[in-house]
């Protein structure tokens, strides 16, 4: 019978995520027992570990892709996963720390098939328990060292200053595409790089190498968030947990509307016209906007960027000469963003 090498068989991306799971969610639920009762209780919600009421469930805690990313860096330079664990887990809280603060301030009312924390518990607790995350996320970090914590901070610095870019595109309509992207490199893509950076400093990785996974990580994370964008229009609801055509509700200028409001074409006008009425959108309007965004190519042009953003984080991918496993895995996962249904 023939073994296989574990350094270089890949092994099936659901097989790497539940791995990267339970690595990080034993240590993640760990650190959660440091968080003040209050806390805990809809942090522990919000992750699926409980009900409302505190009781056990087996509730959806997301792809966790983020750790996965971590954990494979410190593969892909040499390094051991176990050493990243604390990144990644770190990583993970930031990332749920911005998931409840942006459900308040979208309004969502859904994540993950279940009601969001703040529509459970108000939205003061929901808001502290993000910052409790976040806090938690430092506190976990800061045995790895001074450049590590750098690192992270800068990488939620950029994020808030996405989410606040985000946020003001809302009262605006003349958002370009350029904003848009630049808003997406901090609020999405700028955690991913941290992630990828993160994982290849926990595996003792040379600068150079460090940098460019951190690269690889910035290209794949406007990847997703492209992808997000679409999912955000076209996703099956029963697939995303979020309703049909959420953000087109919220009014969001994402990557593919704000393109197809620049386009200088009818369709593009049309759907001008209907973000810029006061009222709810009803179900027709909503689906005529959908397709007034496909018409004027705002979502042919997000995937087409997606994809070349795919092939530009491969390239810096293996500009690292990663370990050939951990390389493939990582090539895998990032081809799951362009791909990918919820």
Request: include cysteine.
């Amino acid at each position: 019978m023939t073994t296989l090498d574990t350094r270089t068989a890949a092994r099936p991306l659901s097989d790497v995520l539940t791995w990267s799971k339970s690595l990080v969610d034993a240590a993640t639920r760990t650190a959660a027992e440091r968080l003040p009762e209050s806390m805990r209780r809809i942090a522990g919600y919000h992750f699926g570990w409980w009900d409302a009421n505190g009781e056990p469930t087996r509730g959806d805690g997301g792809k966790a892709l983020r750790p996965a990313l971590v954990l494979l860096c410190a593969e892909a330079v040499g390094g051991d996963a176990a050493d990243a664990v604390p990144a990644a887990v770190a990583v993970e809280l930031v990332h749920n720390f911005s998931l409840l603060h942006d459900d308040v301030m979208d309004g969502d009312t859904t994540r993950r098939h279940r009601a969001t924390a703040w529509t459970v518990f108000g939205t003061g607790p929901a808001v502290l328990a993000g910052d409790a995350l976040l806090s938690l996320a430092f506190e976990l970090l800061a045995p790895s060292g001074v450049a590590s914590t750098r690192l992270l901070s800068a990488g939620v610095l950029d994020l808030l200053d996405g989410q606040a870019a985000d946020l003001g595109f809302e009262q605006r309509d003349d958002v370009t595409p350029g904003e848009c992207v630049r808003m997406a490199e901090g609020k999405t893509a700028a955690l991913l790089g941290a992630a990828c950076t993160l994982g290849a400093l926990a595996g003792q990785g040379k600068p150079e190498d460090a940098e460019r996974l951190g690269a690889f990580g910035r290209s794949i994370g406007l990847a997703f968030q492209h992808i997000d964008d679409l999912l955000g229009i076209w996703g099956d609801p029963d697939v995303t947990g979020k309703p049909v055509y959420s953000d087109l509700q919220n009014r969001k200028k994402s990557l593919p509307v704000v393109t197809a409001l620049c386009s200088g074409t009818p369709a593009g006008a049309e759907l001008a016209e209907l973000y810029a009425r006061a009222d709810p959108l009803d179900d027709a309007s909503l689906a005529r906007a959908a397709t007034l965004v496909d018409e004027a190519g705002g979502r042919q042009w997000s995937q087409a960027q997606a994809e070349a953003l795919l092939a530009k984080g491969l390239r810096d991918l293996a500009a690292v000469n990663p370990n050939p496993r951990a390389g493939a895995e990582l090539a895998t996962l990032a081809r799951l963003i362009t791909t990918r249904t919820h």
